[in-house]
C-alpha cells in the first residue's frame, strides 16, 4: 500500500482544464467527475428546469430509426387532423357562376350567381354584406379593379357594368357607375394590374379603356367564341384566351395581333396564370387534365395534371405560386403542386354538387369554391394546418414534423399513408374505369409497336399527345 | 465631434477554425459526388441538404468545446504502478463527496449478488441468489423497497425507468414495482438465466436454460418472438448498445448475433477454443470483448468481424463489463481489475485492481459516474474508477437530475418514438441509405412497361407449307439457314463493336502523340 503524496491546497502540476474551485484536490494527480447538484438542479419553483445538452453520436443511438418512427408518427397525425372544412355561404338563389378577390382586402369576397345576382362576402364573419341584382341572366364575369375602389361585372344581357366597392348609404340606390352596352354576349372580363384598363371576350377579345365607352382595340383570329381571358399578374401587358376552337390565344396589348395560338385536343375552360413565374400558366380543359404551359414553347407543354374524372372548369394559382387548384364538373376540388402530374390533395363533401369556380386567397390560407348548389365553401389549404397564432414552441414542433415528412416521403409506409385519401364511391369507381380504358390504350399501342417494323412507329410522350399544332 | 478611433484590423479574420478531430466526431454518412448536370432539380436538393448538413457538423463541433464538465483522471508517477494505488488511498485523495461513492454492504446471507444500474446511473438494484432483491437511490442511500421472493433469483433488470423491474426468478419471469409490489408473473418466460433490456425498443430479450431467446415488449405487454437457438444453455448474454443486436455466448466457444427478426442467427463467430465466459460490447458498437475458459481475453472489431487483441490471463475473466469511456473491467474469483483502452497498444498491466470479500457475480459500470457496482458473495461493494463514466450527459435522454415531471415528458416522448422491432439490423441506419436498383429490377421494369422482353429471343418456328415442301429435311434446313444467318449478324455486330473500339483508341493514341508534340517525319505516312 503506497502513501499517498500530499502536495498541498493548492493545484499543482496537471491542473484541471477549466479550474472548478468547488472541490479541493489534495492529490494532483487524482480527480473524479464530480458534479455539484447546483447546476443541474433548478434554484427555485418558479424557475424553469435546467436542460444541459451533449449532441455526441454516440449518446443518442439509433438516430434513424427514431427520426423514421418520429415521421410515421407525424404522417399519421396529419391525416387525424385534416379537417379541411371550414364554413359554408349560404344565400345565393341559384347555381353561384363565378368570384372574384378583392386585391386589398383578406376578409373581402364577391360572387355571381345564375340569376344575375351579386353578393358581398365578409369572410371573418362568414356573412353577405350586400346584395344587388348585377343582371338579367347569367353574371358571366366580374373583376376588381386594382386600386379596390370599384368593380366591374360583364351578364348575359350584353352589358358591362361598373359598381362601387363600398355600400351604398341609408336610403341610396344601387346604381352602377357606368353602363357598357355591347353588340354580343361578354363571357369574361379581366383588368390590368396598373393601368385602367380592362378586357372583355366574348366573340372576340376587345381591350377596353376605363374611360371610353368602346373598346380600344379588339383581336380576334376567326374564330367565333372565346370563353375566358386572363392577363399576366407580371407581364402586366401579356394576355391569354381559351377559344372555342380548343386553342389558347396569346396577346401582347400594344400589338396589333395576337401573338400566337397553340391547339390542343379538346378545349379548355379557363386559365390562370402562375403569379411568381410570368411565363407560365395552367389552363384547365374538358378532356379531364390540366396543362401547365411555357408561353415560349407552346409545343408541349410543361406538365400535364392528370387526376379528374370529369371536365376541369376552374383553375387559380397559390400566391406562392407553387400550388394550384383545380374546380371538376365531378364534385371534387383538386390542389395539385405546379410541377407534378398528380394531385397531392382532394375535397369533397356529399353536399357538394358541380363546382364551377374557385379561388385561392391572397394570404395562401384559404381555398374558396362555388358550387351548382348555391353555396360557396370555405376551406382549409392545408387540410392539417392549425389556424390562429400559435406559440414559438408549436410552431417549431410544427416545423420539425414537417421537414420529417419531407425527409422520409419515399419510404413505402409513410407514402403509402401520407398518399390515401377517401373518395366518394363515384369518383373512385370512374377513377378505376379510366384506368382500365387508358391500360387497354396502352396495351393495344405496345401491340402493334411490338409487331410492326422497329422504328416504324414512334413513342409519342405523353405531354406530345394532347398539342395538336400551334400556330403563328 | 469625436474623432474616429482608428480600427486596427483582426488579425484571425472570420470565426475561430474547428479542430478536425472533433468535426469527425460528429461527420454521418459519406458525402458522395453530385449528380450530373442535367438533373438540375436533384443536384440543388442534394447541394442544399449538404450545407444544412455542414453547418450542423460545425456547430455540434463548436459546442462540444464548450461542454461544462471534465473526466476524471487518475495518473501515477514515473515509478508507481497505478494498479497499486487502493480504493482507501483514492478515498483519501480526494473530497467527502467523491468518498462517500466507494462503500461496501455486507450482505452475506442471501447469496452472491447480481446487479444493475438503471439507465440514468442514479438506482441500483441488487439482486440475491437466494431471493433477496432490493432497490435503492445508491447516491443518497435512499432505500426504496427490499424483499425476498423466496425463490432463486437468476438475475435482476431495471425496465425503461426506475419505476419498473424484471426479476428472473426459479421458474418465470417477475416484474415488480419499484415498491415492491409485483405487477405480472409471465409465466410464458419460463427458466430465464440473464436479461438484457433494449431501452430505445422497450424491449427485454431473455435467454433461457431450454436454449430459447425471448423477446418482450414491455410498453405494450405482449411476447414479440421466441427464437428456439438451439444450442443448449443460454448462461452468457451481452447487447450491442448501437444496434440492439444480443450477443450470446456458448459453451462451444462460439459467440452468436441475434436479432427477433429472424430463427438463425446473423453472425456466427468461432471466439475461444473452451467455452465462452462472459461477452461485453462498447457503447459505440465497434468493439466486442470476450472471455473464455481458454483463460484468453480477446478484442474483436465487431463492424469488420477481426480480432484485434488476445490478452492471456492467469485465472480467466468470469464477469466483464465496459464503460461509457471504453474502460473494462475483469473480475476473477474475488479480484476485480480495470484496464484502459484495451483495442489499442496492447495493454500490459491493469488499470487499477481491488479485492472484493467474496467471489464476484456481477460486475456493472455506472452510467454517468466514475464508479464500478461489483457484485460478490458477501454482498456489494461500489468502488471508484477515475475515468470511467461520461461527465456530461444529455437532458433530453438520460438525466440523473430529472424531476418527476420531466421523467414523465420523457416517457410519453420515448413511448412515442419506439422503434418497431423489424427495425433491427447490423446496420441501424439502413432506413437512410439510397435503395439503388439492381439491373434486374430495371430490366423487370421496363419489360412491365413496353409489354415485352425486348431482350429476349423468340424461338423460330418455321411456317408449315403445302405440296410436300414441309418434309422434316426441309423444316431442319429451313430452321439451319436462319440460325447461321443470326450467328452471322451477332458475328458482324461484334466484328463492328471492336473495330470502333480500335479506331476510337488509335485516334486517342494521335491525339495524345499530337499534344505530346512529338513529331517526326514519318508521321505524314500514319493513316
Known amino acids: 500500500m503506497v502513501s499517498p503524496k500530499i502536495f498541498g491546497n493548492v493545484l499543482s502540476g496537471r491542473c484541471k482544464r477549466n479550474q472548478q474551485t468547488h472541490f479541493r484536490q489534495i492529490r494532483a494527480d487524482i480527480a473524479l467527475n464530480i458534479r455539484n447538484p447546483d447546476d443541474y438542479v433548478r434554484e427555485t419553483k418558479l424557475d424553469i428546469q435546467r436542460v444541459p445538452r451533449n449532441y455526441d453520436p454516440s449518446l443518442h443511438p439509433f438516430e434513424v430509426p427514431r427520426e423514421y418512427t418520429r415521421a410515421l408518427n407525424a404522417t399519421k397525425l396529419e391525416r387525424v387532423f385534416a379537417k379541411p372544412f371550414l364554413a359554408s355561404l349560404d344565400g345565393h338563389r341559384d347555381g353561384v357562376n363565378c368570384m372574384a378577390k378583392h386585391p386589398k382586402s383578406l376578409s373581402t369576397m364577391l360572387s355571381g350567381s345564375c340569376d344575375g345576382e351579386l353578393k358581398v362576402w365578409n369572410l371573418t364573419k362568414r356573412e353577405c354584406v350586400r346584395t344587388l341584382q348585377a343582371h338579367e341572366g347569367f353574371v358571366r364575369g366580374m373583376v376588381v379593379r386594382f386600386c379596390g375602389t370599384s368593380f366591374f361585372t360583364v351578364g348575359d344581357d350584353k352589358t358591362i357594368k361598373q359598381w362601387k366597392m363600398e355600400t351604398p348609404g341609408y336610403g341610396e340606390e344601387e346604381e352602377p357607375l357606368n353602363t357598357i352596352l355591347g353588340k354580343s354576349v361578354f363571357t369574361s372580363i379581366d383588368h390590368h394590374q396598373k393601368e385602367g384598363v380592362f378586357v372583355t371576350c366574348g366573340q372576340q377579345v376587345d381591350i377596353w379603356d376605363e374611360q371610353r365607352s368602346s373598346p380600344i382595340r379588339s383581336f380576334s383570329w376567326g374564330v367565333d367564341s372565346f370563353s375566358c381571358v386572363r392577363f399576366n399578374p407580371v407581364e402586366t401587358e401579356l394576355l391569354a384566351s381559351c377559344a372555342s376552337d380548343r386553342s389558347i390565344v396569346l396577346y401582347d396589348m400594344r400589338e396589333a395581333t395576337p401573338l400566337k395560338k397553340v391547339i390542343m385536343n379538346m378545349r379548355s375552360n379557363t386559365l390562370c396564370w402562375n403569379p411568381m413565374e410570368a411565363y407560365n400558366f395552367t389552363c384547365s380543359n374538358e378532356d379531364y387534365n390540366l396543362y401547365t404551359y411555357d408561353m415560349r414553347y407552346l409545343d408541349k407543354p410543361f406538365t400535364v395534371h392528370m387526376d379528374h374524372v370529369s371536365a376541369v372548369l376552374d383553375v387559380d394559382y397559390s400566391p406562392t405560386g407553387k400550388e394550384f387548384v383545380s374546380a371538376s364538373f365531378d364534385k371534387t376540388i383538386r390542389i395539385f403542386p405546379k410541377d407534378s402530374g398528380h394531385s397531392r390533395e382532394v375535397y369533397h363533401t356529399k353536399r357538394m354538387q358541380h363546382v364551377i369556380s374557385i379561388k385561392w386567397s391572397s394570404d395562401n390560407k384559404y381555398i374558396l369554391s362555388a358550387s351548382d348548389e348555391m353555396n360557396i365553401r370555405l376551406w382549409k389549404a392545408n387540410a392539417a394546418e392549425k389556424l390562429g397564432l400559435l406559440a414559438p414552441r408549436e410552431k417549431a414542433a410544427v416545423n420539425y414534423s414537417q421537414k420529417l415528412k419531407e425527409k422520409f416521403q419515399h419510404h413505402p409506409q409513410i407514402r403509402r399513408i401520407s398518399h390515401h385519401r377517401h373518395l366518394p364511391k363515384s369518383i373512385y369507381s370512374q377513377t378505376k374505369e379510366l384506368r382500365v380504358m387508358k391500360e387497354a390504350r396502352r396495351r393495344k399501342e405496345r401491340n402493334v409497336r411490338k409487331h410492326s417494323k422497329p422504328g416504324s412507329m414512334p413513342v409519342v410522350t405523353e405531354k406530345e399527345k394532347h398539342v395538336v399544332t400551334v400556330v403563328k | ?527
Not at chain 2, 414479440?224 to 437457438?229: E, F, G, H, N
Not at chain 2, 489499442?344 to 464476484?360: D, E, L, N, Q
Not at chain 2, 420531466?406 to 447490423?426: D, H, T
Request: charged letters at 25%.
Open chain 2, 1 to 527: 465631434m469625436f474623432n474616429s478611433i482608428p480600427q486596427k484590423s483582426d488579425p484571425f479574420p472570420g470565426s475561430a477554425p474547428v479542430p478536425e478531430e472533433k468535426l469527425k466526431k460528429f461527420r454521418r454518412g459519406v458525402k458522395g459526388e453530385l449528380p450530373p448536370r442535367p438533373q438540375y432539380k436533384l443536384r440543388d436538393v442534394v447541394i442544399r441538404s449538404e450545407a444544412a448538413s455542414d453547418l450542423a457538423q460545425k456547430q455540434n463541433a463548436r459546442y462540444d468545446l464548450m461542454l461544462p464538465e471534465d473526466a476524471g483522471f487518475l495518473e501515477g508517477d514515473e515509478d508507481e504502478d497505478t494498479c497499486t494505488i487502493s480504493q482507501d488511498d483514492i478515498v483519501d485523495a480526494v473530497d467527502i463527496t467523491a468518498g462517500a461513492k466507494y462503500f461496501n454492504l455486507t450482505l452475506s446471507q442471501f447469496g452472491p449478488y447480481r446487479l444493475d444500474y438503471s439507465k440514468t446511473g442514479r438506482h441500483l438494484l441488487l439482486g440475491g441468489r437466494r431471493g433477496h432483491v432490493t432497490c435503492l437511490d445508491w447516491q443518497s442511500k435512499q432505500l426504496m423497497c427490499e424483499m425476498n421472493v423466496m425463490e432463486t433469483v437468476n438475475d435482476v433488470k431495471w425496465l425503461h425507468s426506475e419505476a419498473l423491474f424484471a426479476v428472473a426468478q426459479k421458474k418465470w419471469l417477475y416484474i415488480y414495482d419499484n415498491k415492491g409490489i409485483e405487477l405480472h408473473c409471465i409465466r410464458k418466460f419460463n427458466d430465464v438465466l440473464r436479461m438484457q433490456f433494449l431501452p430505445y425498443h422497450f424491449l427485454l430479450a431473455t435467454a433461457s436454460a431450454t436454449g430459447f431467446l425471448q423477446y418482450l415488449d414491455v410498453s405494450v405487454g405482449k411476447e414479440v418472438v421466441a427464437i428456439c437457438t438451439k444450442a443448449g444453455r443460454l448462461d452468457v448474454m451481452a447487447h450491442n448498445p448501437h444496434n440492439a443486436i444480443i450477443h450470446l455466448g456458448h459453451s462451444n466457444g462460439t459467440v452468436t448475433l441475434w436479432t427477433p427478426n429472424q430463427r438463425e442467427p446473423l453472425v456466427k463467430m468461432l471466439c475461444h477454443q473452451g467455452g465462452v465466459r462472459s461477452v461485453a460490447v462498447d457503447k459505440t458498437g465497434t468493439y466486442m470483448v470476450t472471455s473464455g475458459m481458454d483463460k484468453k481475453l480477446k478484442v474483436y472489431d465487431i463492424r469488420a468481424y477481426r480480432p484485434l487483441q488476445s490478452y492471456f490471463l492467469p485465472a480467466g475473466a468470469s464477469c466483464l463489463s465496459l464503460s461509457q469511456r471504453g474502460l473494462l473491467s475483469a473480475a476473477t474469483g474475488d479480484i476485480v481489475q480495470v484496464y484502459r483502452d484495451v483495442w489499442g497498444i496492447p495493454v500490459t498491466k491493469p488499470y487499477m485492481a481491488h479485492r472484493a470479500k467474496g467471489s464476484v457475480w456481477g460486475v456493472h459500470f455506472c452510467p454517468f459516474e466514475d464508479v464500478l457496482g461489483v457484485g460478490h458473495g458477501e454482498g456489494f461493494t461500489s468502488m471508484v474508477v477515475p475515468g470511467a463514466g461520461e461527465p456530461n450527459f444529455d437532458g433530453l435522454d438520460a438525466n440523473p437530475y430529472r424531476s418527476a415531471k420531466q421523467r414523465q415528458e420523457w416517457e410519453v416522448k420515448a413511448l412515442l418514438e419506439k422503434i418497431q422491432p423489424e427495425l433491427i439490423g447490423l446496420d441501424p441506419s439502413q432506413l437512410s441509405q439510397v435503395d439503388h436498383s439492381t439491373w434486374e429490377q430495371r430490366h423487370e421494369d421496363r419489360v412491365q412497361v413496353l409489354g415485352f422482353d425486348p431482350l429476349a429471343k423468340e424461338k423460330f418456328t418455321p411456317r408449315l407449307k403445302t405440296k410436300g415442301r414441309s418434309s422434316s429435311g426441309k423444316v431442319e434446313k429451313r430452321k439451319k439457314q436462319v440460325a447461321h444467318e443470326d450467328q452471322r449478324d451477332v458475328i458482324r455486330q461484334t466484328v463492328e463493336d471492336r473495330m470502333k473500339i480500335d479506331k476510337e483508341r488509335k485516334e486517342k493514341e494521335k491525339k495524345k502523340a499530337a499534344a505530346a508534340g512529338q513529331k517526326s517525319a514519318l508521321d505524314r505516312f500514319r493513316k
